[in-house]
Each structure stands twice: as structure tokens, then as C-alpha cells.
């Protein structure tokens, strides 16, 4: 329970930042992984699963520019 909360924390944390930077610099990639992150935890359950996906959706911007 405690490492689910933790993890749904960081990640919104993130999602949050990617939002944030991604208004700033016009830049859509970091926008919809910033959205992503903020609400896939409340769909997944698991905090392995938690931590996966958010790795994923936090690594995809540096990969997809656009």
C-alpha cells in the first residue's frame, strides 16, 4: 500500500513538471506524457505496474519529439 502511494506521488510529481515544460516550450510530446502521467494512477493498480508504465511514459519524450 505504501510503495503504490509513493509511486502515484512521483509520478504525478513528474507528470506535473512534463506539463508544466511542455506549455512553457510549446512543446506537445512532454504535454501528453505530462496528462498521462498524472492520470494513469488512478487506472493501475500495483505498484509495479505503477512504476513500469511510469518509467515508460517519463522516458517517451526524450524519444518522441514533436
Given amino acids: 500500500m505504501a510503495a503504490t502511494l509513493f509511486f ?4 504525478s510529481a513528474v ?14 510530446a512532454p504535454l501528453i506524457a505530462g496528462i498521462a502521467l498524472c492520470l494513469y494512477t488512478y487506472f493501475v493498480d500495483g505498484w509495479m505496474w ?14 518522441l519529439d514533436f
Avoid at 502515484?8 to 509520478?11: A, C, E, P
Avoid at 507528470?15 to 510549446?26: E, H, K, L, S
Fill in 8 to 11: 502515484s506521488f512521483v509520478m
Fill in 15 to 28: 507528470g506535473m513538471a512534463y506539463i508544466v515544460y511542455g506549455r512553457r516550450q510549446q512543446k506537445f
Fill in 50 to 63: 505503477l512504476g513500469g508504465i511510469g518509467i515508460v511514459l517519463a522516458v517517451a519524450p526524450f524519444f
